[in-house]
């Protein structure tokens, strides 16, 4: 949901977000950060798992201080609740802030995890139903528990109807974001993840992150990636495998991808998801264009390729949300968004 009762330095720690959960019932909630200016372009932040707004806190700050967009800070359950929910949160919060200020355009902001969240939320807004309904049991209490767009409908959690159209742009700013998951954990510790639903969907081959990128989305809605290099920052890796970490092998099979050859991906799904996560970059048509043209590239040469359509910069997993190159990055995003936005209308 959509709240107009900002926050401030003082309510972005993490018991400050329990506490608005606790209030709202545990779903996610939209609130401005600092005192509201319906004129103002739309900043939306969104933090990853095991996380909370404090972590975005310098973007926030640097956005209020420009006077140039609005910032939002989604808070929302990291850890207790499925990622298509929180998705689901955040596109009903989007739909109501379109209500306020007529034909938004939009700029998301999501670290890790929270890229996932944000993507969910895009599908909703764009196909509610793009979550299929399927079942799963609980083996503690041998129950079977049905989760899907229906349920989700039925309890007021999905949007009814696409409202995609109500925005005059959005673009989502995917900080680090594992887009391939991790590896299949064994039965007994999926066990004990009962509480711990994001965890379930974080896994590579959950329906998730499997179905994540099969809602085609409008033209007016552009995906960009950012990632953290740590090999720059002279730092070793701290996060989830992500297209910079790729090595030789696995660069091939990418480029053989771009090239046509879906079937060079394999049957693991952390390949199959890391690229449909490239192949939704507002880039990757120019970058397999450009490989079209020139051919299969070496290792060396496809990095830097890879690097143009996804920039790395410097820093860890957490401290690359105060890399002043980040800042540059969105503010160039800020100006471009709207500028495209204008000519398309």
């Known amino acids: 949901m959509l709240s107009l009762d900002p926050l401030g330095p003082d309510d972005l720690g993490e018991s400050r977000e329990q506490a608005l959960l606790a209030a709202h019932g545990g779903r996610g909630v939209l609130a401005p950060y600092g005192r509201v200016n319906p004129r103002m372009r739309p900043l939306v932040l969104v933090h990853g798992i095991k996380g909370h707004p404090g972590e975005l806190r310098a973007l926030a700050e640097r956005a209020r201080s420009g006077g140039e967009v609005q910032p939002y800070l989604f808070v929302?359950?990291?850890?207790?609740?499925?990622?298509?929910?929180?998705?689901?949160?955040?596109?009903?919060?989007?739909?109501?802030?379109a209500c306020h200020a007529p034909r938004p355009e939009v700029v998301i902001?999501?670290?890790?995890?929270?890229?996932?969240?944000?993507?969910?939320?895009?599908?909703?807004?764009?196909?509610?139903?793009?979550f299929p309904l399927f079942s799963h049991?609980?083996?503690r209490r041998g129950k079977i528990r049905v989760r899907g767009s229906a349920e989700a409908v039925r309890d007021g959690l999905r949007l009814e109807a696409a409202c995609v159209a109500d925005f005059a742009a959005v673009d989502l700013l995917a900080?680090?974001?594992?887009?391939?998951?991790?590896?299949?954990?064994?039965?007994?510790?999926?066990q004990l993840w009962r509480r711990e639903r994001a965890w379930?969907?974080?896994?590579?081959?959950?329906?998730?992150?499997?179905r994540l990128h099969a809602t085609a989305l409008p033209a007016h809605v552009r995906i960009h990636h950012v990632e953290a290099d740590q090999r720059a920052a002279g730092l070793a890796d701290d996060k989830i495998r992500t297209l910079g970490d790729l090595d030789d092998v696995d660069l091939l099979r990418l480029q053989r991808a771009i090239l046509?050859?879906?079937?060079?991906?394999?049957?693991?799904?952390?390949?199959?998801?890391?690229?449909?996560?490239?192949?939704?970059?507002?880039?990757?048509?120019?970058?397999?264009?450009?490989?079209?043209?020139?051919?299969?590239?070496?290792?060396?040469?496809?990095?830097?390729?890879?690097?143009?359509?996804?920039p790395r910069l410097a820093g860890s997993h957490g401290s690359?949300?105060?890399?002043?190159?980040?800042?540059?990055?969105?503010d160039e995003l800020v100006r471009r968004g709207a500028t495209e936005?204008?000519?398309q209308a």
């Not at 670290?111 to 139903?129: E, F």
């Not at 690229?275 to 040469?301: Q, V």
């Not at 690359?320 to 969105?330: E, G, K, M, P, Q």
């Open 260 to 310: 046509g050859d879906r079937s060079a991906l394999g049957d693991d799904p952390r390949h199959r998801n890391l690229f449909a996560a490239l192949a939704a970059e507002r880039s990757f048509a120019a970058l397999a264009a450009d490989l079209r043209a020139r051919g299969t590239l070496g290792p060396a040469a496809f990095r830097a390729e890879l690097r143009r359509a996804v």
């Open 175 to 190: 900080v680090d974001t594992p887009w391939a998951g991790f590896a299949d954990p064994r039965l007994d510790l999926r």
């Open 200 to 210: 379930v969907d974080m896994v590579s081959n959950s329906v998730v992150l499997t």
């Open 320 to 330: 690359v949300l105060r890399n002043t190159a980040l800042f540059a990055l969105l």
């Open 109 to 130: 902001v999501a670290h890790s995890m929270g890229g996932i969240v944000a993507r969910c939320a895009l599908n909703s807004l764009t196909d509610p139903r793009w």
């Open 76 to 97: 929302y359950d990291d850890i207790g609740r499925y990622l298509d929910r929180s998705g689901d949160d955040l596109a009903r919060a989007l739909a109501e802030l």
């Open 137 to 139: 049991r609980r083996l």
């Open 341 to 343: 936005a204008r000519r």
